[in-house]
């Protein structure tokens, strides 16, 4: 498992970064949850980091 911690920007956060994390099998698991390439409200994102769980 993953602990995949990004930050992203959307038409909710008046150009203010929000941070979120996941733990998942990969970092592609991650994307699709939180729709990060999908979703038309989100316009700005980045994985700040990402490291193995048990």
């Known amino acids: 498992m993953k602990k ?3 930050r992203y920007k ?4 008046h150009g203010q970064w ?3 994390e ?3 099998e990969n970092r ?5 949850i ?3 390439k999908k979703d038309p409200n ?3 994102w980045e994985i700040i980091s990402e490291e ?3």
């Open 10 to 13: 959307d038409q909710y956060s």
């Open 42 to 44: 989100v316009y700005d």
């Open 4 to 6: 995949i911690v990004f």
């Open 22 to 24: 996941c733990i998942v």
């Open 52 to 54: 193995e769980v048990k």
């Open 28 to 32: 592609e698991e991650c994307i699709e």
């Open 18 to 20: 929000n941070i979120q």
């Open 34 to 36: 939180y729709g990060l």
